[in-house]
């Protein structure tokens, strides 16, 4: 059993969530460059040379604080959606965790991130990839 809101009965909750996901995913990845720029000059631009190591160890890092702390990343919260475990409560730092390292595997892997946007698009409850194995779900805030 679930403490989730039913896709069914309370279907305002998940309602427009695909495309608020896709608007916080471009959010966070312009936060996330930002961030790892402002950090380029405090390694005497040898960041530079590391760029794409600097910018997934920036994002996986924003991911897991914004993820333990409220449950969704500011592009989330921009987005008025937030992520809750299959009790219904908010994520905490192992759960936030391991839905970065699920995200983070699914970006990684074309296949994986193309099956992930279809569960997204295709399932009641709209989840992808890690969502579904994590037991995970987006929601709208105010739902």
């Known amino acids: 059993m679930t403490a989730l809101p039913d ?5 305002e909750f998940y309602s427009g969530v695909a495309p608020k996901r896709l608007f916080a995913f471009l959010i966070d990845s ?10 380029v000059p ?43 475990e299959q009790s219904g409560q908010r994520l905490d730092g192992g759960s936030a965790l391991l839905h970065t390292v699920g995200y983070t595997v699914s970006m990684a892997v074309p296949v994986l991130q193309v099956i992930s946007i279809l569960l997204m ?23």
């Not at 896709?7 to 279907?11: C, E, G, H, N, S």
């Not at 760029?51 to 333990?68: H, K, S």
């Not at 698009?121 to 739902?143: C, F, I, W």
């Open 121 to 143: 698009l295709t399932t009641a409850r709209g989840q992808g990839l890690s969502d579904h194995m994590l037991g995970t779900v987006m929601l709208k805030r105010r739902a």
């Open 7 to 11: 896709p069914d009965i309370q279907a």
């Open 30 to 39: 312009v936060l996330i460059f930002a961030i790892a720029a402002l950090i």
């Open 42 to 84: 405090f390694t005497a631009f040898l960041g530079l040379l590391v760029w794409p190591a600097l910018y997934l160890t920036v994002g996986f890092v924003y991911r897991v604080a914004t993820l333990a702390n409220g449950s969704a990343t500011l592009g989330m919260r921009f987005s008025g959606i937030e992520l809750r």
